[in-house]
T-cell receptor, first 115, second 113 residues
Framework: DGGITQSPKYLFRKEGQNVTLSCEQNLNHDAMYWYRQDPGQGLRLIYYSQIVNDFQKGDIAEGYSVSREKKESFPLTVTSAQKNPTAFYLC??????????????FGPGTRLTVL | QKEVEQDPGPLSVPEGAIVSLNCTYSNSAFQYFMWYRQYSRKGPELLMYTYSSGNKEDGRFTAQVDKSSKYISLFIRDSQPSDSATYLCAMRNSGGSNYKLTFGKGTLLTVNP
């Protein structure tokens, strides 16, 4: 089955640690995204990538880093510089074929808690 | 003013009620309008999308876009307890190739049996 997988489902981090969240898709999509969701805040874009080896900052990129070495994979690192990292993190992808609309598919999410 | 405004609720209705969910926006360049449904602790899933103005119906769901008022709605007829979820509106421009979406904050809906 095609889809987006995120791991782990739950992640606990001590203050001062970097952690990496995994996102893999087998939909052959070019574009991938990372969002953060806080209660009552909706989804806020952290980083996005339209093509391998290229990515752009979203609205709240400070304290995060990404890489896009493979089309299928778009890992997110939450660094110790992120002051309030406890949140629900969602990865998404979309095809960029020449069509009128390209749905953005979401993964199941990773809940990160800082202890 | 935020680009997309959505009343977070919570909204509680009895089973069988008609539900109306709404978003307003300020960016007149938005052309694609979407509604996502998100169950607790899950990723959002696309429910409906509409291009430009007009209505779109899919079973019990109707999406409505009024670009002149910068207002979109999602109507749920004969609501069911399984419709209990957070509903997120999202929208984007038609131009460019990044397909970035701008989301509302989401409305939490509970349908009581």
């Amino acid at each position: 089955d095609g889809g987006i997988t995120q791991s782990p489902k739950y992640l606990f981090r001590k203050e001062g640690q970097n952690v990496t969240l995994s996102c893999e898709q087998n939909l052959n999509h070019d574009a991938m995204y990372w969002y953060r969701q806080d209660p009552g805040q909706g989804l806020r874009l952290i980083y996005y990538s339209q093509i391998v080896n290229d990515f752009q900052k979203g609205d709240i990129a400070e304290g995060y880093s990404v890489s896009r070495e493979k089309k299928e994979s778009f890992p997110l690192t939450v660094t110790s510089a992120q002051k309030n990292p406890t949140a629900f993190y969602l990865c998404a992808s979309t095809g960029t074929a020449d069509s009128s609309y390209n749905e953005q598919f979401f993964g199941p999410g990773t809940r990160l808690t800082v202890l | 003013q935020k680009e997309v405004e959505q009343d977070p609720g919570p909204l509680s209705v009895p089973e069988g009620a008609i539900v109306s969910l709404n978003c307003t926006y300020s960016n007149s360049a938005f052309q694609y309008f979407m509604w996502y449904r998100q169950y607790s602790r899950k990723g959002p899933e696309l429910l409906m999308y509409t291009y430009s103005s007009g209505n779109k119906e899919d079973g019990r769901f109707t999406a409505q876009v009024d670009k002149s008022s910068k207002y979109i709605s999602l109507f749920i007829r004969d609501s069911q307890p399984s419709d209990s979820a957070t509903y997120l509106c999202a929208m984007r421009n038609s131009g460019g190739s990044n397909y970035k979406l701008t989301f509302g904050k989401g409305t939490l809906l509970t349908v009581n049996p």
